[in-house]
């Protein structure tokens, strides 16, 4: 009569073994449940889904916990029944320029960044022309995954145009676009970088600054360049033509082998970084020496910027807050509504040799 019953007792034992939480070491082979993390982290499942939602009534101190229990167990929320549950995807969607520029790709970078901190996913559509038809199946695309919200990516005029006269159905928001329409625009001053550049450059008393410039088609470049004029125009120096480049160095070093024969062109504002590189290498060609004969600005502050010869004085974005600070306009439409919201972050300039003479030290 007592021999059977240790064998249903240590029975009873295997099978609550399997009902139970997944080991805390995450080696079990199913995926990591919700109850898990909570078990790991301490807290209730409700916390850990507030957490995951990106409530904001958690404590920083919770929601680390939360956060280093999911990394530890590889925790990956359900996104198709959180869906079904809160008629939300958690997704929002990008549609970006497919170009391997600097700016764009950061931008691209910062927002992707943001959305992962606040629990999004990120859907991206990439166009390769401006058009509006290449715009509205971008976004027909990220609509029929039900995104959350939209982020455009809007370096050109042409783009911001195209998505004003669709309905998209869900909040938008354009970045890099122009703040004088009635869309959500998150930006860069670009007019307020280039003064800080060419300000610079004025108070070297070097006469008057010439300026290599992106494409006129990119609100960018236009932005720049009117930053630049004006800048001039306050100082009551000679504003001549610009020299237009395509963003590349190969373009700057075209520029630069024009402005390198000219002996007023002592001191030179180059819209973006890459530019600048192939400026610096025709006017060492010609016998133009970096600071001492022409004093050189560039524009984005680039990872190699610090590292060109002489390393280059630039106007720094901060893309990261760029991306931050889209994503919290977009969730903030989410929650609230409300109209178009306008909202320009200011760059700073970093002085380094290509205007200073002597030795860099650094950032």
Not at 45 to 64: A, E
Not at 122 to 132: E, K
Not at 163 to 191: H, I, K, N, W, Y
Not at 269 to 296: I, K, T
């Amino acid at each position: 009569m007592t021999g059977p019953q240790p064998r249903a007792r240590r029975a009873t034992r295997r099978a609550g073994s399997a009902n139970s939480p997944a080991p805390l070491t995450g080696s079990t082979d199913r995926p990591a449940s919700i109850a898990d993390v909570a078990l790991f982290a301490g807290v209730s499942p409700q916390t850990v889904s507030r957490v995951v939602n990106g409530h904001p009534s958690v404590s920083d101190l919770t929601r680390s916990r939360v956060l280093a229990a999911i990394d530890k167990l590889a925790y990956r929320p359900n996104p198709a029944a959180r869906a079904l549950a809160s008629g939300k995807s958690r997704t929002l969607g990008v549609v970006a320029l497919g170009t391997g520029f600097y700016g764009p790709a950061s931008t691209l970078l910062g927002i992707e960044a943001a959305a992962q901190k606040h629990g999004y996913f990120v859907s991206v559509a990439t166009v390769h022309s401006t058009d509006r038809g290449s715009v509205r199946k971008a976004i027909e695309r990220l609509t029929h995954q039900s995104v959350d919200a939209l982020a455009l990516i809007a370096p050109y005029t042409s783009a911001q145009e195209a998505v004003s006269s669709l309905a998209t159905g869900v909040p938008v928001v354009v970045v890099e676009g122009d703040t004088r329409g009635d869309m959500s625009v998150v930006a860069v001053d670009q007019a307020l970088g280039a003064r800080l550049a060419t300000e610079h450059l004025l108070e070297m008393d070097r006469g008057t600054v010439f300026h290599i410039a992106g494409p006129q088609n990119w609100l960018d470049a236009r932005g720049r360049a009117e930053g630049w004029r004006r800048a001039l125009r306050a100082a009551g120096a000679r504003v001549n033509p610009p020299i237009a480049g395509d963003w590349t160095a190969r373009s700057g070093y075209e520029a630069g082998q024009v402005l390198a024969q000219v002996p007023d062109a002592r001191a030179i504002f180059v819209g973006n970084d890459s530019m600048a590189l192939g400026a610096l290498l025709a006017l060492h060609e010609h016998g133009r020496r970096v600071p001492d004969d022409v004093a050189l600005v560039g524009f984005d502050d680039s990872p190699d910027a610090a590292y060109f010869c002489p390393p280059l004085t630039t106007v720094r974005q901060d893309f990261a807050a760029l991306g931050e600070t889209a994503v919290r306009v977009l969730l903030e439409q989410l929650r609230q509504g409300g109209g178009a919201r306008h909202e320009l972050l200011g760059p700073t300039l970093v002085v380094r040799q290509s205007t200073t003479a002597g030795p860099w030290a650094g950032d």
